[in-house]
């Protein structure tokens, strides 16, 4: 049990900070993960050796992750929220602990993740036929649309419903020039793997 929940925690906090994966960013409201996101990719993260996590750091993961399920829980079964509310509130927490996670971290550890992830979205661009332009447009959009998202989640100006609005909006403008970057042959693939992408993540909430 131990040795999962590490390859749990390890996935998910990869996949956390890849803010501008070519994957991470297109995840629907129904399919958007409740509190922490879940790895699709299972590689030598699942162990959490390469990172050589302290003992603290590990204790420090547990208690990050075991406080955003149990938030998460409460929020999902919140009868005076909407969907709509618990969807921005689900949000709003990812990204907080995704921070905490990342500030456990030593920058040596934060470089193997991005190693990691830049890896990964080679493997994307390569199994998609990306053109170098095509990449350099996507991550140019990833980036953007994570930045407007946050700046969305993290304004306590807004009500939940506007931000609810906002992000909406992010999206269909996300989805409308990720047409434009992609063929339409490119673009169909593109949503079988978010397809699987999810399908795997919903398998992994159901066995921790």
């Known amino acids: 049990m131990r040795g999962t929940w590490m390859k749990h925690t390890v996935l998910l906090l990869g996949m956390s900070l890849a803010g501008t994966a070519l994957l991470a960013q297109q995840t629907t409201p129904e399919a958007a993960p409740p509190a922490t996101s879940q790895a699709v990719t299972q590689g030598s993260t699942a162990s959490g050796g390469a990172l050589q996590l302290t003992v603290e750091q590990k204790k420090q993961m547990r208690e990050l992750r075991m406080s955003a399920r ?16 618990k ?16 500030a456990v971290l030593t920058p040596a550890q934060q470089t193997v993740i991005a190693d990691r992830r830049a890896a990964h979205q080679a493997k994307v661009a390569a199994k998609l036929g990306l053109t170098p332009d095509q990449q350099s447009k ?10 407007q998202r946050e700046a969305v989640l993290t304004n306590a100006s807004l009500t939940n419903e506007q931000k609810q609005a906002q992000l909406s ?6 989805k409308a020039q990720l047409a434009t970057i992609l063929t339409p042959d490119q673009l169909a693939q593109f949503r079988q793997m978010r397809q699987a992408r ?3 993540r919903m398998g992994m909430r159901g066995q921790s």
Do not use: C, V
């Open 70 to 85: 149990d938030q998460a829980a409460i929020l999902r079964h919140d009868q005076s929220l909407t969907g709509d509310q």
């Open 87 to 102: 969807m921005a509130k689900l949000k709003a927490l990812h990204a907080s602990t995704r921070e905490q996670m990342k």
């Open 138 to 147: 996507l991550k140019e959009l990833f980036a953007a649309n994570h930045q």
């Open 169 to 174: 909006g992010i999206r269909a403008t996300n």
């Open 198 to 200: 999810r399908h795997a």
